[in-house]
């Protein structure tokens, strides 16, 4: 399985930005979902995560309300819409994939990683 991120780059606070992750060499409707992030000088963080089905959602409190998490398995690809960007969500943005039941959602424990695609937020 492999992951490709995708949608990163420089934004002025409060715009927006929508990153991508395309999943190849199986199915992503066989996989739960997720994006982390690492912003420099600190560890890998949970950001949000999302069922197989896409029929829940979960957020770090740092981005609710702010970023949504969805996919489209028709078409492989998992996004984040991020809105009202802040520079403290400067960071390179990790989608991760892992199997798990139908309805299974989880904050840590991915077995797949993409390479990572850097979203920087200037004041």
């Known amino acids: 399985v492999q992951l490709q991120a995708s949608g990163g780059g420089l934004m002025q606070a409060g715009g927006s930005l929508r990153l991508s992750c395309v999943v190849s060499g199986r199915t992503s409707r066989k996989f739960g979902m997720a994006w982390f992030r690492q912003a420099p000088g600190k560890e890998r963080e949970f950001v949000a995560a999302?069922?197989?089905?896409?029929?829940?959602?979960d957020y770090a409190d740092s981005v609710k309300g702010r970023f949504t998490i969805s996919r489209d398995n028709a078409g492989n690809t998992l996004y984040l819409q991020m809105n009202g960007l802040k520079p403290e969500d400067t960071a390179v943005y990790y989608c991760?994939?892992?199997?798990?039941?139908?309805?299974?959602?989880?904050?840590?424990?991915?077995?797949?990683w993409g390479q990572g695609t850097l979203v920087t937020v200037s004041s």
């Open positions: 999302i069922t197989r089905s896409g029929g829940s959602t």
């Open positions: 991760a994939a892992d199997q798990m039941r139908w309805e299974a959602i989880a904050r840590t424990d991915y077995d797949y």
